[in-house]
Structures are given as C-alpha cells and as structure tokens.
C-alpha cells in the first residue's frame, strides 16, 4: 500500500496556491482543478471530481470514488458530488474562475458552466509549474528513492538482460519487470499530448534514429504503427548492435528520467566504433558540463546558449538528433517547465530537478549519450539521483 501525502505537506502546497493567486489577482475568487495530477499534488489523490479553492475553503469533491479517495488522503475535507450540480448548489456564481487551460476540456467546461455559470476564465496554468518545480524535500526523498531504482537497474541488470536475438519489445518488457520488482510505480506521465509510454524507448542501432512525433532526440520504430514507444517486437538484438535504452523510473508519482547506450559485441572490431567511442564520451563530457553549470541563479537560456556555443563542430548537425534543448525539468510529469532551452529565462532555484540528456545522432550507426536526473543543491553542483552517466560499453 502506497503511504499518504503528509498533511503538512498538502496544507504547505495550498497556501503556496492562495498566495500565488492572491498575488496574481488580489481579487480572486475561485480555482478549479480537475486533472488527476493536480488533484493529487494538492490533495494526494487520483479521482475523478473537481478540486475547488476560494480564499476562504478548500474542497476535494469526488464522483468516483469517495471511499478510496477517504482512504488515501489527508486532505480534511472531500465531498461527495453526483454532477456538476454539486457546484453549483454550493458556491455563488463568480465571474471569473482559474483554470487550468492544458488539462480542461470544451466539454469539461461546458458541463461547470451548466450549473456555475461564470464569464471568464483565468489561466493557472503558469502559477501550478511554477509552484511545482521547486521540489519539497518530501518530494526530493521520493526522487531520490526512484533514482536509487533506476541507477541499479540500469547499470547493474540491464547488462545481464542483453542476448542475442531478444527483440525491442521483450528487452522494454524485462526492463520495466526489473523496475517494478524494486518499487518503481510502472507508468511515465506527460505534460505533452502526444508523449504516452511506461517502459519508454529501447531501441537496437539505427532504429534510434526512427524520428516520432514525441518532441524528444531519442526515436524508435514502436511496436506498431498506432504506438511510437517501447521498441519493435521484430527487431532482434545481434552482434555489432548499439543498444540504446531510455526509461523512466518513479515512486509515488515522481519521476527521474535515465539513458545508458551499451555496444553488444566487440567494439573494437567495428569499423565505426571509434566514431561512436568518441561522440560518447563527448556526450558525458557535456553532461558534466551541463550538471555543473545547474546553481541556484542560473538561467536555463544561458545554459543552453553556452553548450550550443561551444559545441564541437562535427557533431553540430546529429546533437540532439536536431531538438533545440539540453534537457527539462521533470517529477510528477516527465516533460516539466522550466526547460534548458531559449526563451526560459527564470533564475534556476535550490530545489528544482532537471533531467540532463545530451544525445548524438550518427547516421548510418544510431544514437549515442546518455541521461540522469539532477537535483539542484542550495550551493555547489547539482547532484545526480539516478547513478553516473557512462560513456559506451561493450556487452559480450
């Protein structure tokens, strides 16, 4: 059974809320949340309702199912709600109301303006990243508990898992077995549409450079045509492959992000595998870099600025397989602002966790680099969760 959010920690998250707000709108009057992943930051649970906050209250109204939802959490006070109706009966009718514009639907909306029929809608969507992305350290153990998961399986099992003939799709398969059988909690979430998977990418060789239209340098064939994730079920592992792997793992929602690219063969015997020794070790160079340079005070557009800057020519046109970043936040959704990229000029914070990813695309061959999950400390470097980046290595 998963422990429950602390209620210091849920009355801690809707103060930060009213503040926020209060700040934004000195004369706000109402929020309404119904995602799951807000219902669960502020109230810690997943069911289906309406979270409501008014300077004054605070509200878990639960459709389904009430019990479970009295069961997991602390919040002190969740009602029942048969419709929409609930709403209406309870609260007068403001005339503007925050929502959350990335989660809330036309018809989702349609159905709280039956009975609640306010004028305006008010965007919270940038008021919830931003409380989001400073980490408490309730929620720094519970990374640090998924990077311990990540980093043993992923330098210490996954190697074992490599035989030849084992396809994609099975090797993902193993992979998330291995990270269930530790207690990490079997699912990926993203802020993205299109970015939906729970084992994440593993890909053999130049199946890595199959583009998909999740905005990311990693790639895959997919297990078919509808499902751009996990891998192919007919691409089987032979000698002389690149085994590029790239996997969540999680605890209690919170999420740290790891690539490792091992070589299943003898390396030396490849014709181009000094290429892809070099190009690794330049990307665990950069990972380095990157991790030093994430201190309170520093902007993720100068981040990014200096990296590009000084990036080795010959490695210009396949660095991150084209994508125009370094690497994003990440914990209770993968793909979390701020990210290390142009246009994100907020000071970096103590407390904010970035997933570091450099790649290089190499045509012909596939994709090397690698990934770990930083947490930034109130002074000196970030400090990696989830294990060390490795530069390529052979598997016989």
Same mark, same amino acid.
């Given at each position: 059974?998963?422990h429950k959010?602390?209620? $210091?920690?849920?009355?801690a998250?809707?103060?930060a809320? @009213?503040?926020?707000?209060?700040? %934004?709108? #000195?004369?706000?009057?109402?929020?309404?949340l119904? $995602?799951?992943?807000?219902?669960?930051? !502020?109230?810690?649970?997943?069911?289906?309702?309406?979270?409501?906050?008014?300077?004054?209250s605070?509200?878990?109204?639960?459709?389904r199912?009430?019990g479970?939802?009295?069961?997991?959490s602390?919040?002190?006070?969740?009602?029942?709600?048969?419709?929409?109706?609930?709403?209406?009966?309870?609260?007068?009718?403001p005339?503007?109301?925050?929502?959350?514009?990335?989660?809330?639907?036309?018809e989702?909306?349609?159905?709280?303006?039956?009975?609640?029929?306010?004028?305006e809608v008010?965007?919270?969507?940038?008021i919830?990243?931003?409380?989001?992305? @400073?980490?408490s350290?309730? *929620?720094q153990?519970?990374?640090?508990? %998924?990077?311990?998961?990540?980093?043993?399986?992923?330098?210490r099992?996954?190697? /074992?898992?490599?035989? *030849?003939?084992?396809?994609?799709?099975?090797?993902?398969?193993l992979?998330?077995?291995?990270?269930?059988?530790? /207690?990490?909690? =079997?699912?990926?979430?993203y802020?993205?549409?299109? =970015?939906?998977?729970?084992? /994440?990418?593993?890909?053999?060789?130049?199946?890595?450079?199959?583009?998909t239209? !999740?905005?990311?340098?990693?790639?895959?064939?997919?297990?078919?045509?509808?499902?751009?994730?996990?891998?192919?079920p007919?691409?089987?592992?032979?000698?002389?492959?690149?085994?590029?792997?790239?996997?969540?793992?999680?605890?209690?929602?919170?999420?740290t $992000?790891?690539?490792?690219v091992?070589?299943?063969?003898?390396?030396?015997?490849?014709?181009?595998?000094?290429r892809?020794?070099?190009?690794?070790?330049y990307?665990?160079?950069?990972?380095?870099k990157?991790a030093?340079m994430l201190?309170?005070?520093?902007?993720?557009?100068?981040?990014?600025?200096?990296?590009?800057d000084g990036?080795?020519?010959?490695?210009?046109?396949?660095?991150?397989s084209g994508?125009?970043?370094?690497?994003?936040s990440? /914990?209770?959704? &993968?793909?979390e602002?701020?990210?290390?990229? @142009?246009?994100?000029?907020?000071?970096i914070?103590?407390? &904010?966790? !970035?997933?570091?990813? #450099?790649?290089?695309?190499?045509?012909?061959?596939?994709?090397v680099?690698? *990934?770990?999950?930083?947490?930034?400390?109130?002074?000196?470097?970030?400090?990696s969760?989830?294990?060390?980046?490795?530069?390529?290595?052979?598997?016989?």
């Open positions: 059974m998963s959010v602390p209620k $210091d920690e849920l009355d998250r809707l103060a809320l @009213r503040a926020a707000l209060t700040q %934004a709108d #000195p004369a706000w009057q109402m929020a309404i119904g $995602d799951k992943i807000s219902m669960y930051y !502020f109230t810690g649970t997943m069911q289906v309702g309406a979270f409501v906050v008014t300077p004054d605070a509200v878990l109204w639960v459709r199912d009430l479970r939802a009295q069961e997991e602390l919040f002190p006070d969740i009602r029942p709600m048969k419709s929409f109706r609930s709403l209406g009966e309870a609260y007068p009718v005339q503007a109301v925050w929502l959350d514009k990335k989660t809330v639907t036309l989702w909306l349609d159905m709280v303006r039956k009975y609640l029929p306010f004028q008010k965007p919270i969507g940038g919830l990243n931003a409380l989001r992305a @400073r980490k350290v309730y *929620e153990e519970l990374l640090r508990e %998924a990077g311990v998961i990540h980093a043993e399986v992923m330098h099992v996954l190697p /074992g898992l490599l035989r *030849e003939g084992i396809s994609e799709a099975e090797l993902g398969g992979l998330n077995t291995e990270l269930l059988r530790r /207690g990490s909690m =079997g699912i990926s979430r802020n993205q549409p299109l =970015g939906e998977d729970i084992v /994440g990418l593993v890909s053999f060789s130049e199946n890595a450079l199959r583009a239209a !999740f905005d990311g340098p990693g790639g895959t064939a997919g297990t078919c045509t509808a499902v751009q994730a996990v891998g192919s007919e691409h089987r592992l032979k000698k002389g492959d690149l085994v590029f792997v790239d996997v969540p793992a999680g605890r209690e929602g919170y999420h $992000d790891k690539t490792v091992y070589y299943f063969g003898d390396l030396g015997a490849d014709p181009d595998g000094g892809m020794e070099d190009a690794s070790r990307c665990v160079e950069i990972e380095g990157i030093s201190v309170p005070g520093a902007i993720p557009e100068e981040i990014y600025n200096t990296v590009m990036l080795d020519p010959q490695y210009a046109g396949g660095f991150m994508g125009k970043f370094l690497g994003h990440i /914990g209770l959704m &993968m793909d602002p701020p990210v290390l990229a @142009r246009g994100f000029r907020e000071p914070e103590a407390g &904010m966790v !970035f997933a570091v990813e #450099p790649k290089i695309a190499l045509e012909g061959v596939g994709l680099g690698t *990934e770990n999950t930083y947490l930034v400390m109130p002074d000196g470097p970030a400090q969760l989830s294990g060390w980046p490795i530069p390529l290595t052979e598997v016989e």
